[in-house]
């Protein structure tokens, strides 16, 4: 499926949060605040995001219902002088669902369970217990973008590692991976913004932190 809107989106990674620099796994962890690093690579987002938009973009704000993309997007909308209360959020937009495996360590979970992760492509290499497949992710995002199809021009949409790799994935019209039976985006450094308009990507501003996993 590719995106049939006639407008821009901006699509980005909330800013490292204290689970990011302790290498612990957040998933669809509702809140899990940012760090100063995170704040700084908001504050870069934002700067960028301002160069190319001006201030007071027309531009629809969306985001994850988790609070690092929340507080990311305030710190982005101060930027762009727009008001974060008008920042619609969805949960089909969160971090994929880590079930057990949410809060642990990635290195003591590499010990008990070797050879989960994908090191190559920072993706897991089966489903989290009582967790969410990279499928289930492209089902959700795909309903997000049928539901929303008709925003009116651009829009600025924050989430997560993984999740936004699916969804970049979907809009750009990726094939599904037999590995992960989802289409998936290249990984990019967290405080990264991508543009797809038409189905095709360009990436507008490389982040300076670390990729989707381990995080
Ligand atoms: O939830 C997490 O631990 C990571 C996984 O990539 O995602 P994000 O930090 O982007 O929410």
Redesign the pocket.
Known sequence: MTNQRKGRDFIA??GE?V??LAR????D?PHTPLTRAGFAQADAMGAALREILGPRPKLTLWSSS?G?ALQTLAVIAEHLELDWHQARRDDRLV??G?GEWSGRYYADLMAEVPGFLDLEHGLYTRPPPGGEWYDGIAARVSSWLADTDDDPGDRLVIM???SSRVLRGVMTGLPVQPRFAAPVAPDLP?GSIVRIEHGVETVVHIGTGRG??P?
């Open positions: 990674r909330h949060t689970f990011n612990r796994m957040q998933g962890h988790a690092r971090e994929i880590m997560h590692g993984m967290q989707a996993a995080a």
